[in-house]
């Protein structure tokens, strides 16, 4: 089926012929663009709307050029080797180096979209998914997202994230997203109910000790196969996030882990839930864990999450620390293969798990190997206990006021919040 095609101008000077593409009738923010030989073809893809068509055009140029394949936002400042953005006048420019320089093309002011045959476009598709992504994820990786991953953001079918396509959303707006999600979420009545506590159901919870800081963990036997390892200050701001999921987890599952408990690991990690970058001090990687903790899981305790806290600096502390933490990622690797399980959509689950381990766990992992002890027992002195004030705002969470009238309903035996 052809797709609808944008207006568009060709010119040239010496050395390139420059596409100037029209995307003000498009539904995206990113473009891919592909030239190989004599033919140029650009890719404007929806972002979060999957249904909607995809902008496209070829060209048949009377000369080769430069093989190109490449993606860029559409978003203000845009910039690659060859693509401009102007968002004022919402016009792509894609600079496309002619194979001999001097070389005058003519006719370009008559070049038409010629139809490809639906092998020719998908070839033409294929090789401009090999572009690099617009916005680094992870790690700092700029690889396409894997197929079958892409094709799911297409089908609305995305388990556990709530940023499907990091490529094509800036990392600061990733966050922005991060946080708004949580105050949009944040629910003072059961933030009460888990202070006052009628059941005893969060006390329960507290008192448990995760088996990782108790049971027996044997070295790790063997370096993971990684190609890079994540720059410390990344791999300490991802592990704090993780682990203060992980021993979260414990604490609520009673260390018998479900289907549910990857949900949890998850959904309290910003960097997993949003692909927001770990680049941030551990203060705030800290206060974002607590705001996530208060907002999407059954139990949403200050308590719980300082407890949570504790345990971490305890086993960070460990004489065996790097033992416990690669055994902990294993475990977190099984809780992953029980997930698929508990659900309906176990093919979706596998996906993004398997995306999930890749861009963030497998890296973790082989940086946790090769690191010295000590680094941990820094990491452990930099667990301060953030501020109430400080995980409350900028969202207008008054976390003291709910505290007092959760005191105040105990001393007058009310009931639920909810």
């Known amino acids: 089926m052809q797709l609808p095609t944008p207006a568009f101008e060709v010119t040239q000077n010496e050395a390139c012929v420059t596409v100037h593409v ?111 992504a617009a916005h680094a994820y992870g790690f700092g990786q700029t690889d396409p997202l894997p197929d079958d991953y892409v094709a799911l953001t297409r089908g609305g079918q995305v388990p556990f994230l709530d940023v499907e396509d990091p490529t094509h959303m800036p990392a600061n707006e990733r ?6 999600l949580e105050t949009d979420k944040f629910d003072e009545g059961i933030y009460l109910d888990n202070v006052v506590d009628l059941d005893g159901d969060v006390a329960g919870v507290i008192q ?88 999407y899981p059954l139990y949403r305790s200050w308590a719980l999450c300082e407890r949570v806290r504790n345990d971490m600096i305890q086993l960070l502390q460990t004489s065996d620390v790097q033992a416990r933490l690669c055994t902990a990622l294993q475990d977190m690797d099984a809780i992953f293969a029980l997930a698929p399980t508990g659900t309906g959509l176990a093919e979706p689950v596998e996906t993004v798990l398997r995306l999930v381990w890749d861009t963030w766990l497998a890296p973790l992992q082989a940086y946790v190997s090769q690191a010295p002890a000590d680094e941990w027992f820094a990491l452990a002195r930099a667990l301060t206990p953030p501020t109430k004030e400080a995980v409350g705002e900028p969202s207008g969470w008054d976390l003291e006021v709910l505290d007092m009238l959760a005191r105040e309903s105990i001393a007058e035996g009310a009931g639920s919040f909810v």
């Open 22 to 132: 029209h995307t003000d009738q498009a539904t995206a923010n990113a473009a891919r663009v592909a030239a190989e030989g004599t033919t140029f073809g650009c890719f404007i893809e929806p972002l979060y709307l999957p249904c909607v068509a995809r902008s496209h055009r070829s060209l048949r140029l009377p000369y080769p050029v430069v093989t190109l394949h490449d993606c860029i936002a559409l978003s203000d400042g845009s910039t690659t080797s060859a693509c401009t953005y102007d968002t004022h006048a919402h016009v792509l420019h894609v600079r496309l180096t002619k194979s001999e320089y001097g070389q005058v093309f003519p006719d370009l002011d008559r070049l038409r979209p010629q139809l490809f045959s639906d092998e020719e476009q998908a070839q033409m598709e294929r090789d401009a998914a090999r572009a690099p």
């Open 175 to 180: 966050e922005a997203r991060a946080e708004a």
């Open 208 to 295: 448990v000790t995760p088996r990782i800081l108790t049971d027996a963990c044997a070295p790790s036997s063997s370096v993971p196969a990684q190609r890079s390892v994540p720059p410390q200050a990344a791999a300490h701001a991802f592990l704090v996030q993780l682990l203060f999921a992980y021993v979260y987890e414990l604490h609520v599952s009673y260390n018998d882990a479900s289907p549910e408990s990857a949900w949890t690991l998850c959904k309290l990690c910003r960097s997993i839930a949003c692909f927001v970058d770990p680049s941030a001090p551990i203060d705030a990687v800290l206060r974002a864990s607590y705001r996530r903790a208060l907002t």
